[in-house]
Nanobody
Framework: QVQLVESGGGLVQPGGSLRLSCAAS????????IGWFRQAPGKEREGVSC????????KYADSVKGRFTISRDNAKNTVYLQMNSLKPEDTAVYYC????????????WGQGTQVTVSS
């Protein structure tokens, strides 16, 4: 039973915060670099952030730099995305996956969690 499950999404006001979790079961998440992606209606899925398998290297899309922080706790088989100073344009379904590139072969996706930023 291999699963990758996102949680923590919801409705938040602009300027608010959410913490997303990406929890793996059936495999060891620590073997993989993990990417967070998002897809808003009418837009292509875009990379938001990624973290290396060890957590020693992180990357962020320009649109979220300074606001989002990716981290991981491999002992808990979980990757997090702390989202601060949220903006309406952050509204999307957020997905985690076992690669930092959405085009990577063999990528395994979670089901996504909805983040809505609205007043």
């Amino acid at each position: 039973q291999v699963q990758l499950v996102e949680s923590g999404g919801g409705l938040v006001q602009p300027g608010g915060s959410l913490r997303l979790s990406c929890a793996a079961s059936g495999f060891t998440l620590g073997y993989y670099g993990i990417g967070w992606f998002r897809q808003a209606p009418g837009k292509e899925r875009e990379g938001v952030s990624c973290i290396s398998s060890s957590g020693g290297s992180t990357k962020y899309a320009d649109s979220v730099k300074g606001r989002f922080t990716i981290s991981r706790d491999n002992a808990k088989n979980t990757v997090y995305l702390q989202m601060n100073s949220l903006k309406p344009e952050d509204t999307a379904v957020y997905y985690c996956a076992t690669r930092c590139s959405a085009q990577a072969m063999g990528i395994f996706w979670g089901q996504g969690t909805q983040v809505t930023v609205s007043s």
